[in-house]
């Protein structure tokens, strides 16, 4: 079967720095995708890696170790807005995720 | 271009009940999938259908059936719906060959 783990919360102030962090455990793993979802609305896309490194997509950037089984999303300079729940999710060659129970971010004034 | 939208956006059944909820995406993508939120929980695959003319049980399909009626629309049916389906139900869909899955507003099913 497959797993994945991340915190269930993370506080931080504007401005501030945020890193969520993801294992997993998997077969078939193809790649790992973040969605963020804010309270009663669908999940989004933020982000993929396939291979091992860092993915930049604006304030948000992306990390893949495969060897490791370990990914991170990381927010830079914190908005209000991004106060929302991030999930990872494990995709296989099919497109099929399998996503995590997501961290909730707060941020705070 | 309305992406993926779903149909009801909210629907009370009582046990026993059955509906179809309605997905339809306009972006010419080839796979669509189902999912079901619980509170507090991620997104848990139901069904897919990697491309029009297939369809593929995912983690929770016990208690639904799917429909890929052609290329843009993918059905969600409870034949008999139970109190442990109450959930948010997410359509998404995906062009094959990129990552990003595009999901739809989300049907809100209370099952009394």
């Known amino acids: 079967g497959q797993s994945l783990e991340q915190p269930s919360e993370v506080t931080a102030v504007e401005g501030a720095i945020v890193q969520i962090n993801c294992t997993y455990q998997t077969s078939g793993f193809y790649g790992l995708s973040w969605y963020q979802q804010h309270d009663g609305g669908a999940p989004t896309f933020l982000s993929y890696?396939?291979?091992?490194g860092l993915e930049e997509t604006g304030r948000f950037s992306s990390f893949l170790s495969r060897s490791d089984s370990y990914g991170y999303l990381l927010l830079q300079e914190l908005q209000m807005k991004d106060s929302a729940s991030y999930f990872c999710a494990v995709a296989d060659s099919w497109g099929k995720l399998q996503f995590g129970a997501g961290t909730q971010v707060v941020v705070t004034p | 271009n309305a992406g993926v939208t779903q149909t009801p956006k909210f629907q009370v059944l009582k046990t026993g009940q059955s509906m179809t909820l309605q997905c339809a995406q306009d972006?010419?993508?080839?796979?669509m999938y189902w999912y079901r939120q619980d509170p507090g929980m991620g997104l848990r695959l139901i069904y897919y259908?990697?491309?029009?003319?297939?369809?593929d049980k995912g983690e929770v399909p016990n208690g639904y059936n799917v429909s890929r009626l052609n290329k843009r629309e993918f059905s969600l049916r409870l034949e008999s719906a139970a109190p442990s389906q109450t959930s948010v139900y997410f359509c998404?869909?995906?062009?094959?060959?990129?990552?990003?899955?595009?999901f739809g507003p989300g049907t809100r099913l209370l099952v009394l």
């Open positions: 259908s990697a491309s029009e003319g297939t369809t």
């Open positions: 890696n396939a291979l091992d």
């Open positions: 998404a869909s995906r062009l094959q060959g990129l990552e990003t899955q595009y």
């Open positions: 972006m010419n993508h080839n796979s």
